[in-house]
């Protein structure tokens, strides 16, 4: 038993304390030799997570331990699992140190900042995003492995959509609980606290110059008003500047991104529309991103989940992208030829950036190098295709298309054809490329030729046929012979190690040669080293010109995928305009007509026109009511964003926001559902709709009781009709909204059609207009068998409920006057109503309104 010395008070404890103050927040890996140790309650956390020993120490501090060889894996798995992790090397050689060893963190990993190969996926961005406290608010997002970066200044009320949207694995911030009001974007990120002082835009206005070599921030686009997001750079810039002390690998001038110019998209839609995410986990195929993404390169798969949660505004810019999709659709042979280019181009972006950061392999760049290989044919291809058409979107990128030859060539003259994974491994350069190295290894093969003659002749002049040369790393080389011959060694060998059966020896001879071998494989080892590293410098200071290149790619490769998404699932060019109507002949819901067998999807025509605008679609339940809603939602995503859409036809004003709310008990994105969830996304849509927008609403207000429902389900459909003039499709099985259109100028029936065939009914999905014929359910339950008198019994109740709680009256009655309303007309004039108009429920939390509520029924009651 070791006596108990105070815990951790030796002098390499002093200098883990001392480190670790320094790094807050992280988990520290101390380097100590073959191991990075973690200690105290890093250890315990380091265990647990990792599920390695914990041990003690002898003066009892807690100790858990990875080795270095593995440690790669142990990192990934903490970083995953959303940690921060800050490595600390020894920075001097132990056997010149003197006392303890010099020690640094020389990098810390952290989710959204890693470099490392693998740990990401590669068809989606890996975004860090700092955020200002504010209105508006700033948001800077940096993805270090591709090396974006965009600034983005936003109303407060539209942060939860840009952070949803970028779904960053972390978020720098000043707020003690993250940004402020919003709901966090699912997987939760990781939160990174700052000072509020590092979010100065003045002090990252400087900073932001200088690292782009810019006089003024103008040439980078940006205005006065991004302020908000030029601060949260700068506070992005010192924190990652912190985690990489060896400084930031190349990044792309910022993309200033201007919210208008997107369709705006909020998360309920994103979801519910399933765009890139399944409503269901693990569904696959589900979602529209899936069912577009034939891309073939990384670089496309990101591009194309970017361009498909961000669609465009401005019909002018929606039509330049169609043209390149036109020219891919319209030539099958050139899409093929370009996509058969593309096929096997590796993630140059991520692969440039780890040039640059100084940690690509030998084989990293061997990747590179045959990618750059492919880019001859692929812009053969694009002028073969170009040519076709005069598309501007391809003729840029034909114009401005690098070849990056200079970099093949140079790649290509000094790598081996196939690498080695890591250079310690050896073979990285090929012979021709460098005197000095060609030279040692002449020298080094010469010693081994010789070493192999030597046997030879030792075997003629000792008289011993078996006697070999052989080599093994603690002696070096030798001449072994067996003890058979033991009486034949001649007096000029030297035993050097004894086996069971034979003796090894050495000659002064030996060891001269063996000298000269083992020192030339230092040196080419050195030589190799300095060789390889100026390679890999010379390709990562051409980083901006690969970076450039790659984003030529990924649009290529996102317009051959569309193209090819179009020819094969026959989708047709939108036409996109200014107008006001949404026109869709023959459309289909892209996703499932995929999930379905061929030809088995029933195409619908849908119609929206400024004197036709609200449309509401009744029919049972199975009909297909949230199908056609979506369809639609999918198919205005699809062209806004650039992409053919599946219909015989197509025109679409171009939209400014789109909504897509589901009632509570037909949700099922929510684990659980509330109907004040429900009413309060309803609200945020009555708040933010203008009359330029589309809204779909599937089963509104069914999360309450009938009249509850039918009554806000009236009211929202009203205001959307009267006050915002927006296209709106509201899908409902409540038959009392069908007398809507009787008061509203611009709404209109619909149904979709069942077929009633002896005692069966069959589901033709098909839209027609007009409401549905209300004695649908007691028609079915006729089918099913019930007597007779029941269901004549049944009808007869019908009608007289109808009678009762009909909203509007019917003819030969006057013009509806909204006071006659009833469901309305009683409360219009009781206080309370008042109050709730003037709640602002998008600012409070559902506490706040739970608490209201039971407020205002306790005043109700008091009445
Ligand atoms: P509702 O909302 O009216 O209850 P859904 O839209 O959920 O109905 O559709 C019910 C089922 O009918 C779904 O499984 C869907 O696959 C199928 N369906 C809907 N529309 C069509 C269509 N146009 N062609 C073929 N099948 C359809
Ligand atoms: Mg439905």
């Known amino acids: 038993m070791t006596g108990r010395v105070a815990e951790g008070s030796t002098p390499l404890m002093q200098q883990y304390r001392e480190i ?15 191991f990075y140790e973690m200690f105290f309650d890093d250890a315990q956390l380091g265990a647990r997570v990792l599920n390695i020993t914990l041990t003690s120490r002898g003066d009892g501090v807690p100790l858990a331990g990875v080795p270095v060889k593995a440690a790669a894996e142990y990192l990934k798995q903490l970083v995953a699992a959303g940690h921060r992790v800050a490595i600390c090397e020894q920075v001097e050689d132990p056997k010149l140190a003197k006392g303890i060893v010099r020690r640094e963190v020389v990098e810390t990993v952290t989710p959204g900042a890693l470099l490392a190969d693998g740990w990401i996926p590669g068809h989606r961005n890996n975004w860090i995003v700092a955020v200002t406290d504010g209105d508006p608010a700033g948001v800077a997002a940096i993805d270090l492995s591709t090396g974006e970066f965009v600034l983005e200044t936003v109303r407060a009320a539209a942060l939860g959509e840009s952070l ?8 720098v911030t000043a707020a003690a609980d993250g940004p402020a009001g919003h709901r966090l974007p699912e997987p939760p990120a990781l939160l990174t606290h ?15 110059a200088r690292r782009f070599g810019l006089a003024s921030l103008d040439g980078l686009g940006l205005e006065a008003g991004d302020a908000p997001a030029v601060g949260a750079a700068g506070a992005l810039f010192r924190y990652l500047g912190e985690l990489q002390p060896g400084g930031l690998p190349h990044l792309s001038r910022p993309a200033v991104r201007r919210s208008e110019a997107y369709l705006w998209l909020d998360e309920m839609t994103r979801r519910n529309l399933e765009l890139v995410e399944p409503l269901h986990a693990g569904m696959r195929r589900a ?31 929606v039509g330049r992208r169609l043209d390149a999709v036109e020219i891919m659709v319209s030539d099958n042979r050139g899409r093929a030829r370009m996509r058969e280019a593309l096929d096997g181009v590796r993630d140059l972006e991520r692969l440039a950036g780890r040039a640059a950061a100084g940690r690509a392999t030998p084989r990293e760049l061997g990747a590179l190098r045959d990618s750059f290989r492919r880019l001859p044919d692929t812009l053969e291809s694009l002028a073969g295709l170009a040519s076709r058409d005069r598309s501007a979107a391809l003729g ?65 002049r000792t008289g011993i046929p078996s006697l070999k040369v052989g080599f093994n790393k603690v002696f070096g080389y030798y001449l072994e012979i067996t003890n058979a011959h033991a009486g034949k060694v001649p007096a000029d060998y030297e035993r050097r190690q004894t086996l069971a059966s034979a003796e090894r020896y050495v000659t002064p001879e030996l060891k001269d040669y063996e000298a ?34 790659a984003r030529a790619l990924a649009h290529l490769d996102v317009w051959g995928a569309l193209g ?36 088995q999807f029933i195409p619908n025509d849908v119609r929206f026109a400024e004197a036709e605008r609200v449309l509401l679609v009744t029919g049972p339940n199975m009909a297909g009511k949230s199908t056609i809603l979506r369809q639609i939602g999918l198919c205005a995503v699809l062209a806004q964003m650039g992409s053919f859409v599946p219909a015989d036809a197509a025109r679409i004003g171009a939209l400014d926001r789109l909504f897509t709310r589901v009632g509570a008990s037909d949700n099922l994105a929510r684990g659980q559902s509330t109907f004040m969830v429900e009413m309060s996304e309803t609200s945020a849509i009555l708040h933010n709709a203008t009359a330029r927008s589309l809204v779909l609403l599937d089963e509104i207000g069914r999360g309450t009781s009938t009249y509850d429902g039918v009554a806000i389900a009236w009211a929202v459909t009203e205001h959307l009709h009267d006050r915002v003039g927006c296209k709106t499709m509201f899908a409902t099985h409540y038959h009392e909204l069908m007398q809507l259109p009787e008061r509203l100028e611009h709404a209109r029936n619909l149904n979709v059609a069942v077929l009633e065939t002896g005692d069966t009914v069959v589901f033709l999905h098909r839209l027609e207009s007009g409401g549905t014929d209300r004695s649908y359910g007691i028609h079915v339950a006729g089918l099913a068998g019930l007597p007779a008198r029941v269901v004549g019994r049944a009808r007869e109740i019908l009608t007289t409920l109808e009678g009762e709680h009909r909203v509007v009256p019917g003819p030969p009655s006057p013009p509806p006057d909204p006071g006659q309303l009833m469901l309305f007309a009683a409360e219009a004039q009781h206080p309370v109503v008042e109050e709730i108009r003037a709640l602002d429920l998008d600012a409070m939390t559902p506490l706040e309104a739970l608490n209201r509520l039971a407020e205002l029924q306790r005043r109700a009651e008091e009445r």
């Open 287 to 317: 979602t529209l991103l899936e069912t577009l993404d034939l891309t073939l390169t990384p670089m496309g798969a990101r591009l194309l989940r970017q361009w498909l949660l961000s669609p465009l505004r401005d019909p002018a810019a």
């Open 564 to 599: 090819e998404v179009a020819a094969q699932y026959r989708y047709v060019r939108p036409e996109v305009d200014d107008g006001f109507g949404l026109d869709l002949r023959q459309s289909r819901h892209p996703v499932i007509e995929r999930l379905m067998p061929r030809e």
């Open 20 to 34: 670790k103050a320094r790094h807050p927040g992280a988990i520290l890996f101390f380097r100590m030799g073959d």
């Open 516 to 549: 000269k071998v083992l020192g030339a494989e230092e040196r080419i080892a050195s030589r190799e080293g300095e060789l390889f590293a100026a390679l890999r410098a010379r390709i990562g200071g051409a980083i901006g010109r690969i970076q450039r290149t």
């Open 164 to 171: 949803s949207r970028l779904a960053p694995a972390e978020i």
């Open 194 to 208: 700052r000072e509020p002082w590092e979010f100065d835009p003045d002090l990252a206005r400087e900073e932001l």
């Open 396 to 460: 840029e990128i034909e114009a401005e298309f690098d070849l990056l030859g200079d970099l093949a060539a140079d790649l290509a003259a000094a790598l081996e054809e196939r690498p080695p994974a890591a250079l310690a491994e050896g073979g990285v350069i090929r012979p021709g490329y460098d005197a000095e190295l060609d030279g040692l290894r002449d020298l080094r093969d010469g010693g081994k030729r010789y070493i192999a003659t030597l046997q030879q002749r030792e075997r003629d």
